[in-house]
């Protein structure tokens, strides 16, 4: 090529070049280990594909966390796909501690959290401690393969075992070292529930036909005042009151069978009997882990022939506040004030609102009036010895 014609040929590309528009690389992007590059805007979105990020912080390599312990380094932009597909952004939401017996903790991933739970570790520290109280009153919480080593030491988990719970006229309560009850009795202050003493007076409160929407309320009073009742329950209202049975057992009341569905015993069928009985009872076993030992017949109405079918104790009643009819509460009050004396067997009904009304100003007036309010059970074998299936007992006199 002369150099005429390539002189001419250079001439046409600078004048072709000259009328195309400069574009300058305007964006800047950011790979994860550090680097910077700059790109023209409208190529962006291809080396977003291919591993290079808008914003340094988007670029910023962050750790997520799976439930089975598993971690992933990932670019921070990526973090709320992966939230979407079960990976978190702290060990803290993954991650949960677990306590054993022996006051041991660790910290483990909660999808491996009911393989401990199979060897012994729980998951709250209640559920491997207890409250225990020495004899002034202080509360420590031990662990529970502890608690027979504590107990040694005088500390007990029931308060009442070390402290003597007292109340006043005006409603105030208070725990009291044993020793000090009797000064405490003399300023006006009375006993709450104790350890049973067979010489002292004692009565026994029943509630008849329940559990029912009232049970719970008359229980939290019972607690309250630390004292014992029996509950002479219908077998079809079991199922749906099982909690509030378990919780009477618990507080070491007692719970008996009255019946399946309230028959009259006196007027059924052999097979009627038994049924009405047994399928009660495996009610309240279902709901308490316990069989019942004694039975009310409803209405109060029984036979030879109703005796010699169950083979449990008949336990009748000698003070009827008829708070079924009088819905009162002054009048079950005034019921229990008139007829109550040692050895008492008190009728009630906890399906009744106001009977519930009445409950804290009857246990009040017995425990003032120096009485022990303890179970059927606990009566007959405090004054007469074992219970005896097949008797029926209607008070239990000194």
């Known amino acids: 090529m002369n150099r005429r014609i390539f002189c001419l040929m250079m001439t046409f590309v600078i004048m072709f070049t000259s009328f195309i528009p400069f574009v300058e690389a305007d964006s800047t992007l950011y790979a994860s280990d550090g680097r910077t590059i700059n790109v023209n805007s409208e190529d962006i979105e291809l080396w977003k594909n291919v591993g290079w990020f808008e914003t340094a912080e988007d670029a910023k390599i962050i750790t997520m966390y799976s439930m089975d312990g598993r971690t992933l380094d990932i670019p921070q932009y990526y973090r709320d796909a992966y939230n979407k597909v079960g990976w978190y952004n702290t060990r803290e939401e993954v991650v949960t501690t677990m306590y054993s017996m022996d006051g041991r903790s660790l910290e483990v991933y909660k999808d491996l959290g009911e393989a401990y739970r199979n060897v012994g570790w729980y998951y709250n520290l209640s559920d491997v401690t207890e409250k225990m109280y020495d004899s002034k009153g202080n509360e420590y919480t031990v662990f529970k393969d502890n608690i027979e080593a504590e107990r040694k030491k005088g500390l007990s988990t029931n308060k009442n075992d070390v402290m003597q719970i007292m109340f006043s006229a005006d409603g105030r309560f208070l725990y009291v070292p044993y020793e000090d009850v009797e000064a405490y009795n003399k300023v006006g202050w009375y006993t709450g529930g104790t350890k049973l003493d067979p010489t002292r007076p004692m ?94 017949p409803p209405y109060g109405a029984y036979n030879k022939s109703v005796l010699n079918s169950i083979s449990m104790a008949a336990i009748m009643w000698s003070v009827d506040t008829l708070d079924w009819k009088t819905r009162n509460p002054q009048k079950t009050l005034a019921s ?45 074998e405090a004054r007469q010895g074992a219970v005896v299936s097949g008797k029926v007992y209607t008070n239990v006199k000194p």
């Open 203 to 296: 009565v026994a409160l029943t509630f008849d036909d329940g559990p029912g929407k009232y049970t719970s309320k008359i229980l939290s009073i019972l607690e309250q005042y630390n004292v014992r009742a029996t509950f002479f329950v219908q077998g079809k209202n079991v199922s749906g009151y099982k909690q509030v049975l378990k919780r009477a057992v618990d507080m070491d009341c007692e719970i008996g069978n009255h019946t399946w569905s309230h028959v009259n015993l006196s007027g059924s069928s052999s097979a009627t009997i038994s049924q009405q009985i047994s399928s009660t009872n495996s009610a309240i076993y279902a709901a308490t882990g316990k069989y019942p030992t004694l039975y009310r």
């Open 336 to 380: 229990v004030k008139k007829d109550a004396v040692d050895g008492s067997i008190i009728l009630l009904h906890d399906i009744h609102s106001p009977t519930a009304d009445a409950v804290e100003s009857v246990v009040r007036h017995l425990l003032m009036q120096g009485y022990q309010l303890v179970t059927v059970s606990e009566l007959i």
